[in-house]
């Protein structure tokens, strides 16, 4: 199975601030990677599919980049609904499907 | 409205059963591959099971296999995951979750998508 590793796993930040959030895969996954946001007590929610496609309603704030192996999610100018958890996933070699431990982004 | 609704949950003693649904709307729900995700309590997300449209091709996490079963109904729109032998590390919030392909270009292809949640049905596992 392709292991999915996010760094860091919290982080601490401002409204404004530029968000900088990394996946990591054990293999060659090229562009198959997909980034969701989790916000307390909601569903999951997609934001960032195949590494930099921004989904339909998605802010523009919100980028994706990286192939191969490596992969970041950027937050711009970080926003108070932006206060969440995000996960990659990969879906180069399935099943399974497999996410990231997650990152939450928390208030400094 | 495109939506999904989970249903079923409940609290459930070990190697009891369970049976959740999943009720689409608003898209053509027999195009769609179908998956279910958990997530327990304080933990990360966890992929289940995956069921195609139409073909009836289905996959299992290993953590699963041989006690779950995911079925769908595409003349009622409706989703299922038969739950069996329940373990205390079972003890999740299950969500369904339609799978989108992300599509092609110049000869490439990105992949899968899950682009529709539900909000999800708890599962508790306890004696």
């Known amino acids: 199975d392709i292991q999915m590793t996010q760094s860091p796993s919290s982080l601490s930040a401002s409204v404004g601030d530029r968000v900088t959030i990394t996946c990591r895969a054990s293999?060659?996954?090229?562009?198959?990677l997909n980034w969701y946001q989790q916000r307390p007590g909601r569903a999951p929610k997609l934001l960032i599919y195949?590494?930099?496609r921004l989904q339909s309603g998605v802010p523009s704030r919100f980028s994706g980049s990286g192939s191969g192996t490596d992969f970041t999610l950027t937050i711009s100018s970080l926003q108070p609904e932006d206060f969440a958890t995000y996960y990659c996933?990969?879906?180069?070699?399935?099943?399974?499907?497999?996410f990231g431990q997650g990152t939450k982004v928390e208030v400094k | 409205e495109v939506q999904l609704v989970e249903s079923g949950g409940g609290l459930v003693q070990p190697g009891g059963s369970l049976r959740i649904s999943c009720a689409a709307s608003?898209?053509?729900?027999?195009?769609?591959?179908m998956d279910w995700v958990r997530q327990a309590p304080g933990k990360g997300l966890e992929w289940v099971s995956y069921?195609?449209?139409?073909?009836?091709?289905?996959y299992y996490a290993d953590s699963v296999k041989g006690r779950f079963t995911i079925s769908r109904d595409n003349a009622k729109n409706s989703l299922y995951l038969e739950i069996n032998r329940l373990r205390d590390d079972d003890t999740a919030v299950y969500y369904c979750?339609?799978?989108?392909?992300?599509?092609?270009?110049?000869?490439?292809?990105?992949?899968?998508?899950?682009?529709?949640w539900g909000r999800g049905t708890r599962v508790t596992v306890s004696s």
């Open positions: 195949a590494a930099s």
């Open positions: 608003g898209f053509s729900f027999g195009s769609y591959s």
């Open positions: 069921i195609s449209g139409s073909t009836n091709i289905k």
């Open positions: 293999q060659s996954i090229t562009t198959y």
């Open positions: 979750a339609r799978d989108r392909a992300s599509g092609c270009s110049g000869g490439s292809c990105y992949g899968w998508n899950f682009d529709l």
């Open positions: 996933e990969q879906t180069y070699i399935t099943p399974p499907r497999m």
